[in-house]
């Protein structure tokens, strides 16, 4: 039996050698380039000589990153939070809106950095906890590589987490500076009960097995038990344990090839882009007459040559090569990132917190869903903790990731389809909402109540 806390199961180990590869061409140039040769080989890595060693740090320094991975990601985010979520939460849970985590973090701001998160690796974690103290639960986010092992069974012809081990960094005063240890959090399911313990190595040991030093049982509304794990991963095509390819794994790939690319490319300008200047029929005499009076060049100074002489300027033939690898590559970057927010119309692989509207599916689409979903179930569990009502919990990210301009036409078909009774009102509510004429998060029954109240204008 391994008792070991800090067991990393195999799928995490293959998988955490691409994120790191991943979340550095994300960081962009400063990282890549202070990584070396990990993404650029060196010229002659069998050269150890000082020589040799300046020419590859000259030829690393030349080289030029373009991040257009990075640049990408970002414009992924702000094009899915270019209108604010929808939230419905109970009123004892409206502090998540400005505090999810406990330490001043918005659940807006957790959910951009969440769906950061899966674009880059394509997995994140979040985890509900209670703080007894306030009486108020939080949302923790944990990163793909703190997420080192879990587990399920089949219970109840359903799959259900039994283990989940986080991996945590927390700072311990020391004087006016600090340290930083490592814990490990255990939540398990065991007897059909949810149980957590923290793992740490005892105060006076850098290097001795982990103990238990805390455990608790938490409670729903201070009675009964937890009959499940409130931890959910978030994932890039859906949210079970399954580790999912990173969205953008195949433009990191082409980004890094440019990169390589233009290396060479730079290498080969400065090593051969200046003209070299040449003087041709000399005889030693000339020759050696040159050399002790020196030669000038430019237009108002005649250089004197021998009869059969000649001066000509050298030029290297264009390096067309590396350029047409580069501009190849960079043509492929731009239609892959056109393709992650490409519309289609196939299925979605998670269910939309907001079902009654559609929205059509891209690479984003699903990850914003997926991270939608995830955090309308842990709202969903902070209710839970607090003993309130879960039926009209919701949060969902905008899926109009493209603005629609409302014409003249537009707006007067719907309205003459709804006066006629062709849709309904929630009907011409929703399609006013979809071009931004009415406030998207307003609730379609109230806006039509406010509708009728309003004082007749002449």
Not at 135 to 140: F, G, M, P
Not at 250 to 256: F, G, Q, V
Not at 421 to 447: T, Y
Request: glycine share 6%; charged share 25%.
């Amino acid at each position: 039996m391994n008792n070991d806390i800090t067991f990393i199961r195999p799928e995490f180990k293959q998988a955490s050698i691409n994120w790191e590869k991943m979340r550095d061409v994300c960081a962009g140039a400063e990282i890549i380039k202070s990584k070396g040769n990990q993404y650029l080989p060196f010229l002659d890595p069998t050269d150890k000589s000082e020589r040799n060693k300046k020419r590859n740090h000259d030829y690393v320094s030349r080289a030029v990153f373009y991040n257009i991975t990075g640049h990408s990601k970002i414009g992924l985010i702000g094009m899915a939070f270019r209108k604010d979520p929808v939230v419905s939460v109970p009123d004892k849970l409206d502090y998540l809106k400005i505090n999810a985590d406990g330490a001043g973090t918005s659940i807006y701001q957790q959910s951009q950095s969440t769906l950061e998160s899966v674009l880059e690796v394509g997995r994140h974690g979040l985890y509900v906890d209670y703080n007894s103290d306030s009486n108020e639960t939080v949302i923790l986010t944990y990163k793909a590589e703190d997420i080192i092992n879990w587990r399920t069974e089949r219970i109840n012809g359903k799959d259900k987490l039994v283990l989940v081990v986080l991996r945590e960094v927390v700072e311990i005063p020391d004087g006016y500076g600090f340290k930083d240890i490592t814990q490990y959090r255990e939540l398990a399911l065991e007897d059909g009960a949810f149980i957590c313990r923290v793992w740490r190595r005892k105060s006076d040991s850098s290097s001795g097995p982990y103990e238990i030093s805390s455990e608790y049982k938490p409670t729903p509304a201070g009675k009964g038990k937890w009959e499940e794990i409130p931890f959910t991963f978030v994932g890039a095509q859906n949210n079970d344990p399954t580790i999912d390819d990173s969205p953008l794994s195949s433009l990191i790939e082409i980004n890094l090839g440019h990169y390589r690319n233009s290396a060479d490319y730079e290498d080969s300008l400065f090593f051969c882009g200046q003209v070299q200047p040449a003087i041709i029929g000399l005889d030693t005499e000339w020759r050696d007459f040159l050399e002790k009076n020196g030669v000038k060049i430019g237009s108002r100074t005649p250089l004197l040559l021998p009869k059969g002489g000649n001066f000509v300027y050298a030029q290297a033939q264009p390096n067309t090569l590396a350029k047409e690898g580069m501009d190849t590559k960079r043509d492929y970057m731009v239609a892959l990132g056109a393709r992650l927010i490409e519309q289609n119309s196939s299925a979605k692989t998670a269910t939309q917190a907001n079902g009654d509207q559609t929205a059509s599916t891209s690479v984003l689409g699903i990850c914003c869903s997926n991270v939608s979903e995830a955090y309308t179930i842990a709202i969903k569990w902070c209710a839970h903790y607090l003993g309130l009502s879960v039926d009209d919990v919701i949060y969902s990210i905008n899926q109009e990731f493209i603005a629609k301009v409302a014409d003249s036409g537009m707006i007067t078909s719907i309205v003459s389809s709804w006066q006629s009774g062709a849709i309904r009102d929630e009907d011409m509510v929703r399609a006013m909402q979809k071009i931004d004429l009415i406030d998207p998060s307003a609730d379609p029954n109230d806006v039509m109540q406010e509708l009728k109240d309003a004082e007749p204008q002449l």
